[in-house]
């Protein structure tokens, strides 16, 4: 038997295996997420509602973008101005 046909079986559960289970959908209801239908704030759905409202307002982001820029964040926070303030409590200090 080749080597390839040994080893295809094992790569194709290796893959089944690595594969997520559809990024175990987080729901959110503006800066809430949703927790077993009770809304608990997340840093994950406050950025993802700080690129909504970016979004509304002319930029091309994304949630994941702000979570990784904490300057694209700051820019973010200040352009909504305290429409965000839970997002941006840091970036509108005083």
Same mark, same amino acid.
Not at 15 to 30: E, M, N, R, T, Y
Not at 51 to 59: D, H, L, T
């Given at each position: ?5 040994? !080893? ?7 893959? !089944? ?17 949703? $927790?077993?239908?009770?809304? $608990? ?36 926070? $200040? ?16």
């Amino acid at each position: 038997m080749p080597a390839i046909s040994r !080893a295809l079986p094992i790569l194709l559960m290796g893959l !089944a295996l690595s594969a997520s289970p559809v990024d175990a959908a987080i729901f959110c209801d503006g800066s809430f997420q949703i $927790v077993r239908g009770e809304p $608990v704030s997340t840093p994950y759905c406050q950025d993802e509602a700080l690129a909504a409202f970016a979004r509304k307002n002319g930029a091309r982001t994304s949630g994941d973008e702000i979570r990784r820029s904490s300057d694209l964040k700051r820019q973010s926070c $200040v352009a909504a101005g305290d429409t965000n303030t839970q997002a941006c409590g840091d970036y509108l200090a005083d």
